[in-house]
């Protein structure tokens, strides 16, 4: 390494604040089974100073104006060390931030941004309602303008993080006369306002903080309106695309690798079973198919372009990787992965319960095909009757 080089003072400043990572270092991710901030506030925090956390980022927000090349030497120098499982700060990191660059002012990255780089506020994503998942354009929950502030109420459900989170990213609908994709705003709001009730869900992996959100007279100045007025659709579709890919990053990544599945083949004598090794074989395939598409899809968005449908196809493999590989787990543990209580067992029974919710979360894997079939295929785009009339004329 080169005295001076950009890996050498990636390599210094990590040493001097993380641990180097150990093949079988101890896994969480997507938050499963643990609510434990503390530990990706520390290493947000001690990140914060060169920027290293959110690389790309301008510097007067957080980040070190990295290039697509400095970006991957950071994160080679990076994969070197354990990192906590940052899943309550993805939304703020990859969802919101990405987002508030393209869409938001100047003054709001300067309020938003730095917080979000070092940690100290955590971001949850308020789109999803009872009537408005996959079709998320139906977003019901109400904006009133009342003079330079909005009034809000409505519901949302399945929010993710809401349980700790400082701020929410809204969408509501700020015009129900005019079609569905065009009369909706989005907006960054306190969590701790007067109006907003968090009420979490339990999760059958035990996880308590997806909530739902109830929204009720909440005011929201207009300083917070992120994007303009009726313009919350493109940033919505910005979000989205973004989110895509960060779910299909954190599903495939370094958390639940195959090399961890190898080493448990080994502790538990399976990796001499042809059978096994069979599916080793497979799942380690998987896993480096997994690997190049995300490649694929972060190359785009390291050259500044708006990630596209290739973020779908990383987070169907995602998915299918993350299932594939807990289920290997699974197998190979035998009955003490659904009743022992030894410490692997636990871990990947968390897991296990988990994977189910990777195809759904993020847009669930039949939206992700209908993307790929309309704009990588040409298919023909499924039938819409409701996308030209009034959202109030709308039977629902
Ligand atoms: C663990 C978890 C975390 C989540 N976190 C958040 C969050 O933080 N913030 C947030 O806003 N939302 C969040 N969600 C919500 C998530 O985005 C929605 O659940 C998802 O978009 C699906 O919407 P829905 O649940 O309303 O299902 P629906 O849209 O009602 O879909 C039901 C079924 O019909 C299928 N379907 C629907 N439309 C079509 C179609 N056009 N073509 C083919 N099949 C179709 C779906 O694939 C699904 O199988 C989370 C969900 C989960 C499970």
Same mark, same amino acid.
Request: some cysteine; overall charge neutral; glycine content about 12%.
């Given at each position: 390494?080169?005295?001076?080089?950009?890996?050498?003072?990636?390599?210094?400043?990590f040493?001097?604040?993380?641990?180097p990572?150990?093949?079988?270092?101890?896994?969480?991710?997507?938050g499963?089974g643990?609510?434990?901030? @503390?530990?990706?506030?520390a290493?947000?925090?001690?990140?914060?100073?060169?920027?290293?956390a959110?690389?790309?980022?301008?510097?007067?927000?957080?980040?070190?104006?990295?290039?697509?090349?400095? *970006? #991957?030497v950071?994160?080679?120098?990076?994969?070197?060390?354990?990192?906590?499982? +940052?899943?309550?700060?993805?939304?703020g +990191?990859?969802?919101v931030?990405?987002t508030l660059?393209?869409?938001?002012?100047d003054?709001?990255?300067?309020?938003?941004?730095?917080? %979000?780089? #070092?940690?100290?506020?955590?971001?949850?994503?308020?789109?999803?309602?009872?009537?408005?998942?996959?079709?998320?354009?139906?977003?019901? @929950?109400?904006?009133?303008?009342?003079?330079?502030?909005?009034?809000?109420?409505g519901?949302?459900?399945w #929010?993710s993080?809401?349980?700790?989170?400082?701020?929410?990213?809204?969408?509501?609908?700020?015009?129900?006369?005019?079609p569905?994709? !065009?009369?909706? !705003?989005?907006?960054? +709001?306190?969590?701790?306002?007067?109006?907003?009730?968090?009420?979490?869900?339990?999760?059958?992996?035990?996880?308590?903080?997806?909530s739902?959100?109830?929204l009720d007279?909440?005011?929201?100045?207009?300083?917070?309106r %992120?994007?303009?007025v009726?313009?919350?659709?493109g940033?919505?579709? !910005?979000?989205?695309?973004?989110?895509?890919? @960060?779910?299909?990053?954190?599903?495939?990544?370094?958390?639940?690798?195959?090399?961890?599945?190898?080493?448990l083949?080994?502790?538990?004598?399976?990796?001499?079973?042809p059978?096994?090794?069979?599916r080793?074989a497979?799942?380690?395939?998987?896993?480096?198919?997994?690997?190049? !598409?995300?490649?694929?899809?972060?190359?785009?968005a390291? @050259?500044?372009?708006?990630?596209?449908p290739?973020?779908s196809?990383?987070?169907?493999?995602? #998915?299918?990787?993350?299932?594939g590989?807990?289920?290997?787990?699974?197998g190979i543990?035998?009955?003490?992965?659904?009743?022992?209580?030894?410490?692997?067992?636990?871990?990947?029974?968390?897991?296990?319960?988990?994977?189910?919710?990777?195809?759904?979360?993020?847009?669930?894997?039949?939206i992700q095909?209908?993307?790929?079939?309309?704009?990588?295929?040409?298919?023909?785009?499924?039938p819409?009757?409701?996308?030209?009339?009034?959202?109030n004329? *709308?039977?629902?």
């Amino acid at each position: 390494v080169a005295p001076g080089s950009l890996r050498d003072e990636a390599r210094t400043a990590f040493e001097s604040v993380l641990r180097p990572r150990r093949t079988n270092s101890p896994v969480t991710v997507l938050g499963a089974g643990a609510d434990d901030l @503390a530990p990706g506030i520390a290493f947000l925090d001690a990140l914060a100073p060169g920027g290293w956390a959110v690389p790309t980022w301008p510097r007067a927000y957080g980040g070190r104006d990295a290039t697509p090349d400095q *970006v #991957s030497v950071i994160a080679e120098e990076l994969a070197r060390f354990e990192t906590p499982d +940052l899943y309550p700060f993805l939304v703020g +990191l990859h969802v919101v931030g990405p987002t508030l660059l393209a869409a938001a002012t100047d003054e709001q990255r300067r309020r938003w941004l730095p917080p %979000i780089a #070092s940690g100290s506020e955590i971001w949850c994503q308020l789109f999803s309602e009872p009537g408005a998942g996959s079709d998320l354009a139906n977003v019901a @929950a109400r904006a009133e303008r009342d003079g330079d502030q909005w009034r809000v109420t409505g519901q949302k459900v399945w #929010s993710s993080r809401a349980a700790y989170a400082h701020r929410g990213f809204l969408l509501a609908r700020t015009d129900p006369t005019v079609p569905k994709h !065009t009369g909706i !705003t989005a907006f960054g +709001l306190a969590m701790a306002a007067p109006g907003v009730e968090v009420r979490p869900l339990r999760q059958m992996n035990g996880d308590a903080h997806f909530s739902e959100v109830f929204l009720d007279d909440l005011v929201v100045d207009d300083a917070d309106r %992120i994007g303009p007025v009726g313009g919350g659709w493109g940033v919505a579709r !910005t979000a989205l695309a973004n989110e895509r890919g @960060a779910v299909g990053a954190v599903s495939a990544g370094t958390g639940v690798s195959t090399g961890r599945v190898e080493v448990l083949a080994r502790d538990r004598g399976a990796s001499r079973d042809p059978r096994w090794r069979d599916r080793l074989a497979a799942a380690h395939a998987g896993s480096e198919a997994d690997r190049f !598409t995300r490649h694929r899809a972060r190359a785009r968005a390291e @050259a500044g372009q708006t990630p596209g449908p290739e973020g779908s196809g990383a987070k169907l493999r995602g #998915s299918a990787t993350f299932k594939g590989t807990v289920e290997l787990a699974l197998g190979i543990l035998g009955p003490s992965g659904v009743a022992g209580s030894d410490v692997d067992a636990l871990e990947w029974r968390t897991l296990f319960l988990t994977a189910p919710s990777i195809s759904i979360r993020g847009g669930t894997d039949e939206i992700q095909r209908n993307i790929i079939g309309e704009r990588v295929l040409g298919l023909p785009p499924e039938p819409r009757v409701d996308t030209d009339r009034p959202w109030n004329e *709308v039977p629902r």
